[in-house]
C-alpha cells in the first residue's frame, strides 16, 4: 500500500535577512528566513498542525544554505571499500559463473573511479570559516519594499517587518 504524506507550509512572510555563505551555490550569498505554520498531510488531506516555524533559505537557489548538498565523504570511503571486499571475495572463488567476472572487474573499476574522485576532489574549509569573512548585512534600505529601516539595537522595515540580522 502506497501512503502519499508530506506537509503544507501555510502563510509564509519573511522575517529576516542576512549576508550568508550558501553551500549550495558555493559562494557568498543573502538568505532570508521564512517563517509559515506547518501542517503534516496524509493523501492531501491536512491531519496535524505542527505550528509556526522559521526557516533560513538561500535567495538565489532556495535551499538552505548550511545544508552540504554532496554527499557525506564517509559515505564514499564507505562505498570504495565495500567495492574493493566484493572483489576481493569474488576473486577468491575459483570458478565463477559466466556472468562473474564481469561483476568482478566493474567492481573493480568501480572502486578505482571512487578511489580517484577521492584524491582528486578536495576537502572543503568548514564553514565557520567561510560566514567568519563574511561581513555582516549594513543595508539602511530594505531590500524587499525599499522603505527605510528603523535603527536602533536592531534594525527592522516598518512597513513589511522584516529584520536586519
Not at 102 to 121: K, P, Q, W, Y
Request: charged share 15%; with cysteine.
Amino acid at each position: 500500500m502506497i501512503v502519499a504524506y508530506g506537509e503544507y507550509h501555510w502563510w509564509p512572510k519573511r522575517v529576516a535577512f542576512r549576508n550568508d555563505y550558501c553551500l549550495s551555490c558555493a559562494a557568498e550569498r543573502r538568505s532570508i528566513r521564512i517563517r509559515a505554520f506547518l501542517v503534516l498531510h496524509v493523501f492531501g488531506i491536512p491531519i496535524l498542525p505542527a505550528g509556526f516555524y522559521k526557516n533560513w533559505k538561500c535567495m538565489v537557489c532556495g535551499r538552505d544554505p548550511h545544508v552540504n548538498p554532496r554527499p557525506l565523504r564517509l559515505l564514499e570511503w564507505l562505498g570504495l571499500y565495500t567495492l574493493i571486499i566484493f572483489a576481493l571475495m569474488l576473486w577468491a572463488v575459483p570458478d565463477l559463473v559466466p556472468g562473474g567476472r564481469f561483476v568482478l572487474v566493474g567492481s573493480l573499476m568501480g572502486a578505482t573511479l571512487i578511489f580517484l574522485h577521492l584524491l582528486l576532489t578536495r576537502k572543503d574549509p568548514f564553514l565557520q570559516q567561510r560566514l567568519a569573512a563574511i561581513p555582516p548585512a549594513t543595508d539602511t534600505i530594505c531590500p524587499f519594499c525599499a522603505t527605510p529601516m528603523n535603527g536602533g539595537s536592531q534594525w527592522s522595515c516598518p512597513a513589511c517587518g522584516v529584520v536586519r540580522f
